[in-house]
């Protein structure tokens, strides 16, 4: 409620953007989805396995190709206290993405 985003469908989306309402610009798609059986999901973040975070709309739908890393690192890293460290350990497990002590210590060779 009050974000402005919202889930639909692409039948939907399309019709609205073909019949002038909207602007193929004003989407962000997502492909796939995770869905719980009532209750399941409130049983799993109190057993820790998901934690809830609250972010901007701006950083929700921020374009994501082409970042140096994965968004939900971002969000984890703005979030704060354990939700950092739980991405600096995800990124030391990955080759593939530096984080940014690598990109610091690169800066300073």
């Known amino acids: 409620p009050g974000t ?13 953007v073909r019949d002038g309402e909207l602007n193929v610009l004003d989407f962000r798609l997502f492909l796939g989805k995770r869905t719980w059986a009532p209750g399941t999901l409130n049983a799993e973040i109190a057993a820790g396995t998901y934690q809830p975070v609250a972010c ?3 950083l929700a739908l921020k374009q994501c190709l082409q970042l140096p890393k994965p968004l939900w690192h971002e969000v984890c890293e703005l979030a704060g206290g354990r939700l950092v460290e739980l991405s600096k350990l995800e990124l030391l497990r990955r ?11 690169g800066e300073e060779k």
């Open 4 to 16: 402005r985003i919202y889930q639909a469908g692409l039948d939907a989306a399309a019709k609205a």
């Open 56 to 58: 901007a709309r701006p």
């Open 95 to 105: 080759d593939d993405i530096a984080d940014d002590e690598d990109e610091e210590e």
